[in-house]
Nanobody
């Protein structure tokens, strides 16, 4: 079982920035593909960004150009740098790591964008 600990959420004004972190307990962290998802109230969970074990990244159209996903395998940590935040970005953000049939989720961290 892999434990994921997320941090970095909070309240920010529109146009502001936050950086989310997700640290994993697995020593095989570098082999996992990693994703950030989010779920807003009353909506389904959606994929926001992905970084595969080789380092390639993809983003949803709604965050492309504003969010950046990165990983530090030595620290077993994935980051989501969120810039130019909008009210529509308000949600609980979850990290997910997966490889083959194995998949693990973090507990989620709340991001609220409001003036």
């Amino acid at each position: 079982q892999v434990q994921l600990v997320e941090s970095g959420g909070g309240l920010v004004e529109p146009g502001g920035s936050l950086r989310l972190s997700c640290t994993a307990s697995s020593s095989f962290f570098s082999l996992y593909d990693i994703e950030w998802h989010r779920q807003a109230p009353g909506k389904e969970r959606e994929l926001v960004a992905r970084i595969i074990s080789g380092g390639s990244t993809t983003y949803s159209d709604s965050v492309k150009g504003r969010f950046t996903i990165s990983r530090d395998n030595a620290k077993r940590t994935v980051y989501l740098q969120m810039n130019h935040l909008e009210s529509q970005d308000t949600a609980v953000y979850y990290c997910n790591i997966h490889r083959a049939s194995l998949t693990y989720w973090g507990q989620g961290t709340q991001v609220t964008v409001s003036s």
